[in-house]
């Protein structure tokens, strides 16, 4: 197994360097939090993961969560997991100092989760829905509710879930059944099924708490008749225990990767006796929910990034330690077999995940500084903050799970043959990866959101606001004589996004809305590659104007380094992404088509 996992001199880079979080202490929210302060909670963060993350992410994969008796057990570490994680306030890190929270940015949450994914992915998303769940309720519950459910989510003794898909419907919610009927008694009688829970069920937890998705009997049609319940696994009675509320455990699905993760199927109310307690107001469900739904996305995107950044240090220590073929210097069969990073072609291939997980990971701090100024901020810019927000969430959430694949497919090939055994973690990296395009709505509704929502929402103010930001990064590269070159390659790919856009935008003019969205998963992997490539200018200003003010060093160059690549061997990849999207041939639009399969 690898002996490193992920760098704390990266994450501090992006944190306090490219993306500026010590600005955040300035906000009333933060201000008791300085730099040093925020590095020892990483760092004990560290310590927690090194100890007991890591060592059991492959063995949570070997013995994994399975179902019994009608219930779901999962790997023992994990009943020491949850109990340690409270004692550090991950659950709710950035609630208020009232409900147990500790008031950090989010920057710093996703900090801290970059730490606990790339140790173990499976073991974190347990803590990370249960943080999610609490917040759900926190923001749209009554005081009741908060208080009954938020101090036993906040300190690990109760889990939560979100549970919004069905059988029936899948991701689209306008169509299902789940019922809620009025008892006036104070809750609703809840009846139906959800699958693909996450963490809906283990032994390490005295209750789960669904937040769920149902029908009040008599509401409208589609997606706006939907509400949100609090439907609890063990229902709190008067006298202060826990009576079960007829919402079972139906099953476990048996993954490819994630195996420490249970993903549950449950079944509410098969003896008329299940209870749901209405989150906010009825019918506005959906709309809470897409709070968290929100959040979950640009956590499934730092999973991604995480596990991506986890395989790459595992193939690096591999290619520093394996020795095969030899050199193709002139000296190269006098000094007989050489490590293999010392082939070009393996440098390349670690170039290419270094740049990918990197890349990704400064999309998701951008992304978190914007949510932390959309919350905090004082400067009147909320809501310029928030949909530059909503813009960049589906990439924040694709480009990950996406090249993240790519990247972990190309470890596996640093590694050879033994990238395919499983004596080593490639091939458990490349297995847990793949589920990140899928979570929180595949690739393809990532894709339809992104050109078909938030391209044309408000009249394009987000995609103006994204084209402001590149644009100041731009001019600020232009400082730099090493980075001018690079500048203007964003600008061209920045006009050809235009030009792209308006051809697509066309279609949709015209009415013809499949022409229009037919080819999104392939705008998404063009717009991704683009706010990479931004991203990575970002860290080339920050690297070069160290680089120019103090003293050369290697951690610097190498960003340079990989931001060159990355234009060298990802970015010219949009002009032929460019080209399938001008062509002017609509070939998955006609009925006809279907007979051709």
Not at 376 to 382: I, L, R
Not at 437 to 454: A, W
Not at 500 to 508: E, T, Y
Request: contains cysteine.
């Amino acid at each position: 197994m690898a002996n490193k996992y992920m760098s704390m001199r990266n994450l501090l880079f992006w944190l306090f360097e490219v993306h500026k979080a010590e600005e955040l202490f300035h906000l009333e929210r933060f201000q008791e939090y300085d730099r040093e302060s925020i590095e020892m909670f990483l760092q004990s963060i560290k310590d927690f993961a090194d100890a007991e993350l890591f060592p059991y992410f492959t063995a949570m994969d070997i013995d994994p969560v399975r179902y019994e008796n009608g219930g779901v057990v999962a790997h023992p570490q994990l009943g020491n997991i949850i109990p340690k994680a409270a004692e550090l306030g991950w659950f709710g890190p950035g609630f208020d100092y009232e409900y147990g929270g500790l008031q950090v940015p989010e920057s710093i949450f996703l900090a801290g989760n970059h730490i606990l994914e790339a140790a173990n992915n499976s073991a974190v998303g347990y803590l990370n829905l249960t943080t999610g769940s609490a917040n759900l309720i926190l923001s749209f519950g009554n005081e009741e509710l908060k208080q009954t459910y938020i101090p036993n989510m906040v300190a690990g003794k109760w889990m939560g879930t979100m549970a919004l898909t069905e059988p029936q419907a899948g991701s689209s919610l306008s169509f299902l059944t789940t019922s809620a009927k009025p008892t006036g008694q104070g809750y609703y009688q809840i009846s139906g099924q959800k699958i693909f829970i996450s963490g809906g069920d283990h032994q390490h937890a005295e209750n789960f708490i669904h937040l769920t998705l149902a029908r009040i009997e008599g509401a409208p049609e589609g997606t706006k008749g939907i509400s949100l319940f609090v439907v609890p696994k063990y229902r709190p009675a008067e006298n202060g225990a826990l009576e079960p509320n007829d919402v079972i455990t139906a099953g476990d699905f048996q993954k490819m990767g994630q195996r420490g993760y249970a993903t549950t199927h449950l079944v509410y109310g098969e003896n008329e006796d299940c209870r749901g307690w209405l989150v906010g107001e009825p019918h506005q469900g959906l709309k809470y929910m897409f709070q968290m739904m929100n959040a979950a996305r640009i956590d499934v995107g730092a999973t991604a990034a995480s596990t991506a950044t986890a395989a790459y240090y595992a193939s690096l220590q591999y290619a520093n330690e394996r020795s095969q073929g030899i050199s193709l210097k002139p000296s190269g069969k006098k000094e007989g077999q050489t490590l293999i990073i010392n082939h070009p072609d393996v440098k390349r291939m670690l170039l290419l995940q270094k740049a990918i997980t990197e890349g990704a990971m400064s999309l998701l701090f951008e992304c978190a500084r914007l949510d932390d100024l959309y919350r905090e901020a004082t400067d009147n810019k909320n809501g310029d903050y928030h949909m530059l927000l909503e813009l960049l969430t589906p990439i924040a959430k694709t480009y990950p799970a996406e090249a993240g694949q790519r990247a972990i497919n190309t470890g596996l090939q640093v590694l050879g043959g033994y990238g395919y055994c499983m004596d080593f973690p490639l091939q458990q990296y490349y297995r847990d990866i793949r589920i990140m395009s899928i979570y929180e709505g595949t690739t393809g509704i990532q894709s339809l959101d992104l050109l078909g929502r938030k391209m044309v929402m408000k009249n394009g103010r987000a995609v103006d606001l994204l084209v402001m930001a590149i644009e100041e990064t731009i001019h600020e590269a232009l400082e730099y004589n090493t980075l001018i070159p690079y500048a203007k390659v964003l600008g061209d790919k920045m006009r050809l996004t235009d030009k792209v856009f308006r051809h697509l935008a066309a279609f949709a003019q015209k009415g013809n809305l499949e022409a229009f969205l037919a080819d999104a998963t392939v705008f998404m992997e063009f717009a991704g590659t683009l706010v990479v490539a931004w991203q990575w200018l970002k860290m080339g200003i920050v690297s070069s104007r160290f680089l120019v003010e103090k003293q050369d060093d290697d951690f610097h160059q190498a960003k340079l380094h990989t931001m060159k690549f990355f234009y060298k061997y990802e970015v010219p990849k949009m002009e032929g992404l460019s080209q399938v999207m001008l062509n002017e041939e609509q070939l998955t639009t006609s009925d006809k088509v279907k007979d051709f399969f």
